[in-house]
């Protein structure tokens, strides 16, 4: 909340598997479950995936762990109406596979991408055979690591990634969310708690920037105004993707809103901000995570901090509107470093942007930063981190001081926002969208969410 995410996963699945078979996906983000058994039993499929995005949010004071509504609201029904075989995936499933294959009680999983590996799945089911031997294939009852290092990545080249809008009814997105564009997959930078090298890979594997500018074009003429956003995990890696890409959306003169999560501090300039503002970008995300090089240093960033102030910069120079994201916590986090990323906030930060503050950070198998934890002894081999979740904290900021610092920075910065407070009261959702409408704003979301609480603020209603 308060940003509904289309299901792209299930949308990239559909579209590979639709040559060969009949396929329908059931969105649960607005129907939370509700009509799933009459779409099981209308439909009557042969088999049923389920795709787990997230297993919790990844904040330490509110540890909403996803899974237990998605067995109760998803899973077991389909199972009571059903006794067709159920598969299981998705990213947060790719995480965790042996542990949620057990907890869920599914008969398969696919851990990483899955566009091969169910078409393969399915086949074998259907002639009756085993299925195929892969660590990223996983059966009820059979021991199997799930996924490694070692597998094998699809080539994007010629791939349509998207085209949401067919699979599902993108209306209820259309407000609030966005239509998700992705023009790469993996990464090859080193963060030492990022799952998507473990999930995508480690290199860039990328699409031809034409090609993902007539996918843009094609999309919005059939949904008319809608906010395109790029999901990569950089947008301007590696150097000149971007660029490439906002060219030819420039050369197609498409009229096209579009906003991006993180952008690489490294890779910025002056050419590049130019060339989204041209293409039509109204909103980025900014995650350097800190501003105090030690603790950059220690998180893998692969970029210094004269980049990160160069890059903040531009963003004030081209007036676009950012959500920028801090990760407090990190290995050799203290007070000092603490107080050097407020300093960059203070100094460099437009105070119309909004600031997300999250206290520790979220511990993956197979990241760095499980290694580092396991060493520092916060976590034992034998431990499970999927329920209770574990999070590293450094000795010298203990949780309940990190906590307590955050607040207090919070306080007297308005656009400063503590993770465990990010999702608006519904009060203020709801002003926000009267407030859009009565004054046809076009401005991003969350800068009408912070005039409201920087005047709620004032009136002391926060």
């Known amino acids: 909340m308060p940003y509904p995410v289309p299901p792209l996963g299930l949308c990239l699945l559909a579209s590979s598997l639709e040559s060969d078979y009949e396929v329908k996906i059931y969105d649960g983000v607005f129907d939370e479950g509700r009509s799933l058994v009459d779409v099981v039993k209308e439909f009557n499929p042969d088999y049923i995936g389920f795709s787990i995005r997230n297993v919790d949010d990844i904040v330490a004071d509110r540890k909403v762990f996803y899974i237990d509504r998605i067995i109760s609201d998803f899973i077991n029904p389909v199972r009571n109406c059903t006794n067709v075989p159920l598969i299981i995936g998705g990213s947060g499933f790719s995480m965790f596979p042996e542990e949620l294959m057990e907890m869920t009680g599914v008969d398969y999983g696919i851990a990483g991408e899955g566009e091969k590996l169910m078409m393969a799945l399915i086949y074998s089911l259907n002639q009756g055979v085993q299925p195929p031997t892969s660590p990223q294939i996983l059966v009820k009852g059979q021991k199997n690591p799930g996924i490694s290092t070692s597998v094998s990545f699809l080539e994007l080249s010629g791939m349509k990634l998207s085209e949401i809008d067919r699979h599902i009814d993108f209306t209820p997105y259309k407000q609030r969310g966005a239509y998700s564009i992705q023009t790469k997959r993996g990464c090859s930078h080193g963060c030492i708690y990022c799952t998507y090298p473990v999930v995508e890979g480690s290199c860039f594997r990328m699409r031809d920037p034409y090609e993902i500018a007539c996918e843009i074009e094609a999309a919005a003429k059939r949904l008319g105004d809608v906010m395109f956003e790029f999901v990569d995990s950089t947008f301007n890696d590696p150097k000149g993707h971007a660029e490439a890409i906002c060219r030819e959306i420039i050369k197609m003169k498409l009229k096209v809103r579009l906003r991006t999560m993180g952008i690489n501090p490294g890779h910025s300039s002056r050419e590049l901000f130019q060339l989204m503002i041209d293409a039509g970008f109204t909103q980025i995300d900014a995650t350097p995570d800190s501003a105090s090089p030690k603790v950059m ?87 499970s981190i999927l329920n209770p979740p574990a999070y590293y904290f450094p000795d010298r900021l203990p949780k309940e001081k990190l906590d307590s610092l955050i607040e207090i920075a919070a306080r007297t910065r308005p656009n400063c926002l503590p993770a465990n407070s990010t999702t608006p009261p519904e009060e203020m959702r709801k002003e926000a969208f009267i407030l859009r409408q009565q004054e046809n704003l076009t401005e991003p979301m969350f800068r009408t969410l912070l005039r409201i609480r920087k005047r709620w603020i004032a009136e002391g209603r926060l």
């Open 297 to 383: 240093k220690n998180l893998g960033k692969g970029f210094n901090l004269e980049e990160t102030r160069r890059m903040a910069d531009l963003i004030r120079e081209f007036n676009l509107p950012t959500m920028w994201f801090f990760l407090f916590g990190g290995p050799g986090e203290d007070e000092v470093t603490f107080a050097e990323t407020l300093d960059f906030i203070d100094q460099f930060v437009n105070p119309d942007d909004l600031v997300y503050m999250t206290a520790g950070l979220r511990i993956y198998p197979q990241t760095p930063l499980y290694n580092i934890a396991l060493k520092e002894g916060k976590i034992t081999a034998a431990q």
